[in-house]
DNA sequence: CGATTCCCCTGATAGC
DNA sequence: TGCTATCAGGGGAATC
């Protein structure tokens, strides 16, 4: 599932693709993955002849700045590869060369956009759960969903005073806390636990009841766990792939996360696995207080 | 209003 | 071997 640092590798590789390629057509075979306009002829006019100014992120979505003040949103949940390379279609599928591309999860491509310099961007996804939506780009930014969202963890604007004001008024575990899109931006299941993981927190704890001491170590553990993993391209734990097919190197690193039953990499404990609202979270019970 | 459950999907895996 | 039930989980909607 990417989650920020997965995203963010995804954006800044993007950038250096994509900026300036001009729309020229759209494939699919599942409408349903667009939610924005709802109809798909409409999406495919609207995008035609847009130009890609620049690529950027907030939270886990990729949004694509276009000419005349469009914004294409891309979610890939937990599922989803965005993919750039040059693609032929045979036997009904969109097939890619021989490479690194050649993995199984290039059958599920289910949206294709080419651009008018015979390159093309591919959407993947297994689990069909990728969320695409065309805006004005002012229209989004001031949009409620947008609005809504935290921060931004590693924006220089994100404080520890800061951080300290959201969570000690956040009454939720903290690990949930974590992965509120609507507290802190850009968190999913994979770093929420070892960022408690790092900061020697068990993920039960309520943020209310959390120290200023205990809380220092979160916010530290934020900061630390994303950096290195944007620095080793994310977690390819649940499938993740650059856009040019390439795993990324994180999961090497991984502390706790479908660790069970390994032993801690800090005292040797045994890590252990609980459900908490529907998600597993993965801690070590005896160095996590 | 907040908390919980359901649902969207399909491959992998456990159980029989 | 082969079938079926369960699990994985981001996030929004529905429900309690």
Known sequence: MPELPEVETIVRDLNKEVQGWTFFDVWTDFKKIIKKPKRFLQFKKELKNKKIKKVRRRAKNILFDLSEWKTLLIHQKMTGHLLVGQWQFKNGKWLPPAGPLSEKFNTFIHLLFTFKNTRMLALSDLRKFSKVELWDTKELDGSEYVKKLGPEPLDKNFTFVKFKEIFQNKKDKIKQALMDQKVIAGIGNIYSDEILWEAKINPLRQT??????????????????????????????????????????????????????????????????????????????????
């Not at 170590?217 to 391209?233: G, P």
């Not at 977690?235 to 993740?240: L, N, Q, R, V």
């Open 208 to 289: 209310t009841v959390l120290t200023d001491k205990e809380l220092k170590r979160v916010y530290l553990a934020i900061k630390r766990v994303l950096r290195k993993a944007i620095k080793l391209k994310g977690t390819s734990i649940s499938d993740f792939r650059t856009i040019s097919g390439e795993k990324g190197y994180y999961e090497k690193e991984r502390k706790v996360y479908r660790r069970e039953n390994e032993k801690c990499k800090r005292c040797g404990s045994k890590i252990r696995r609980i459900k908490m609202g529907g998600r597993s979270a993965h801690f070590c019970p005896t160095c996590q207080k």
